[in-house]
RNA sequence: GGCGCAUUCGUCUAGGGGUUUAGGACGCUGCCCUCUCAAGGCAGAGAUCACCGGUUCGAAUCCGGUAUGCGCUACCA
């Protein structure tokens, strides 16, 4: 809605469909507003709530009363039950009975609140007009009296989204196809009203990876955790761009002008799409090495003082550090296990790490050998030290493969870590000798 | 059960009668590069275009049916 907005210049609007009581969250519009400003989706008017504006859905319900294309239904939701369950007994299609639908104003001794029921034709078609899937035909006879106004004087989705539609002059109606089969329900509430209906695209679904509609038991459904695990909001555009809706045969990687610039429904599939984590996360790498060194600095510095709360972590320490794990990474928040050994001098790693393929031996030949090489190292630079360390491994008939590794492991505390001789640059010659020193010691 | 929608590599997709031995991307495998891990480069495996029938000189592309999947079937949205 928003691409579509944006790319044909209309108003983009936020509405808050707020219109049950019963499954109410506290706290969910904030993520609703927090994520959409996060991904730069902004908006032009509202957010406008549904549940401030109870009045007029009831006055619209009650004036379709007295034009006789809605009841008041008393029905108890007891009833209502037997009635389903026997309908599904009897393997007839569930819906409501009609049981109300001629009584007349008033003539029930019930004295639960009613619910208003539209009058759904009992004959004919209606066909709907989708942008997406074409001409959609339901028979009228298959749709029940379903629920406008509900017994806590709310509206349901269907009033709700009608009248506001038509009161805020909604052109499109782009929302995912689970909507599609209530859609004919939609049109006839239009032409009850005697208003013009919008017009209507379904949208294909985003799927969990067992092709089911993507819900909260597939795990990360807010994009709020997406933001918190450090996806960018960039990457996170682009990649959902893609699901449902493509440029050309090749173009995957684009900015969100471009997206905007290019988004047309004509180029929207029909399929659902499974939501495929691992290509987001390619993607999240693309545009994390596509970020100035200084602006993926400055997005880590969250991430790792929120990991490493003891450390003191330095802006402009961390500039120096970034650059070396940036295109190691994929999600902003792995950014503080690659990086922590800079921040903490206790490395946890044993000596079998420390020797690799080698023997203890070799491998205190090769630390006490680079120690002494380094103390000549007049500048402390990665050059330099390549310069002066690299020599010694074919001294030794070593390959500088797991020369160097006994001494990544002696300086990080791993077997895998940024370039050696700029992780040690940027870690400084005291705390180097010092834990090459301490790695001799554990041998 | 009823109604609706959909069906191209594992996944996202291009392609909408001959340009297709079905293209790209993720992932996977191998090689190269290389101080490790990444990144990058190259190569490869992977789709009888769900199935059956029809139309046509010719169908992934058009038509019909079947199957399968999914969605809806609430005083949920």
Known sequence: NWLFARHTGGAFILRIEDTDQARKVEGAVEVILESLQWLGMDWDEGPVYQSHRLDMYREYGEKLVSEGKAYYCYCSSERLDAMRQEQIRLKQPPGYDRHCRDLGHGKTGSPAAPVIRFKSPLEGKTVITDLIRGEVV????????????????????HLANIV???????????RAEEWLSSTPR???????????????????????????????RHGATSINEYRDSGYLPEAMINFLSLLGWSLDDKTEIMTCEQIIKNFTIERVSKT??????????????????????QEF??????????????????????????????????????????????????????????????????????????IHALEDIREWRAGDMEAGIRPLAEGLGLKAGPFFGVLRVAVTGRAA???????????????????LKAALQKL
């Open 138 to 157: 339901f028979e009228n006879s298959t749709l029940d009296d379903f629920v406008l106004l509900k017994s806590d004087g709310y509206p349901t989705y």
């Open 164 to 174: 506001d539609d038509h009161d805020m002059k909604i052109s499109h109606v782009m």
């Open 186 to 216: 939609h049109v006839l509430l239009y032409a009850a009203f005697g208003w013009q209906p919008p017009r209507f695209a379904h949208l294909p679904m985003i799927l969990g990876p067992d092709k089911s509609k993507l819900s909260k």
């Open 272 to 293: 659902a799409a499974v939501f495929n984590l691992a290509k987001l996360e390619w993607m999240n790498g693309v545009y994390i090495r596509n970020l100035s060194p």
């Open 297 to 370: 600095s400055v997005r880590c510095l969250p991430f790792v003082r929120r990991a490493l709360p003891d450390a003191v972590i330095d802006e402009g320490y961390m500039q120096r550090i970034a650059p070396l794990v940036q295109e190691r990474a994929k999600v902003l928040s792995e950014v503080p296990a690659l990086v922590d050994f800079f921040f903490s001098d206790k490395l946890d790693y044993n000596s079998l790490l420390l020797c690799g393929k080698l023997d203890k031996g070799q491998a205190a030949e090769i630390l006490t050998r680079s």
């Open 417 to 435: 870590s940024p370039p050696l001789f700029e992780t040690m640059e940027v870690l400084g010659r005291e705390r180097c000798m010092a834990r």
